[in-house]
């Protein structure tokens, strides 16, 4: 059982910069990929970045350049900072992680953050 709690996002203006974090805690051996998705009304939600155990990344055309996700795993938390950001970013914002539960479990369960608002004004 994984727990995710998310933070930093807010209102900021265009070309301003916001971090997102995503903190994880309960049960689990270890977290195998982390990644940040965003969602706007009437609409699928997205990828944005993911990051995985061993520090590979990718990004969505959209945010190449602009965004850079992280993760520190001594603390269990995923980064993602965004900058240069415009009003076509603004969505609620959703942390994601796929865990491996338990040393004989060879399978990951995926868990979502309950979403942060990130409000891009023009």
């Known amino acids: 059982q994984v727990q995710l709690v998310e933070s930093g996002g807010g209102l900021v203006q265009s070309g301003g910069s916001l971090r997102l974090s995503c903190a994880a805690s309960?049960?689990?051996?270890?977290?195998?990929?982390m990644g940040w998705y965003r969602q706007t009304p009437g609409n699928e939600r997205e990828l944005v970045a993911l990051i995985n155990s061993g520090n590979s990344t990718n990004y969505s055309d959209s945010v190449k350049g602009r965004f850079a996700i992280s993760r520190d795993n001594a603390r269990n938390t995923v980064y993602l900072q965004m900058n240069s950001l415009k009003p076509e970013d603004t969505a609620v914002y959703y942390c994601n992680v796929a865990a491996r539960l338990t040393w004989s479990r060879l399978s990951n369960t995926v868990y979502w953050g309950q979403g942060t608002q990130v409000t891009v004004s023009s």
């Open positions: 309960g049960s689990f051996f270890f977290l195998a990929t």
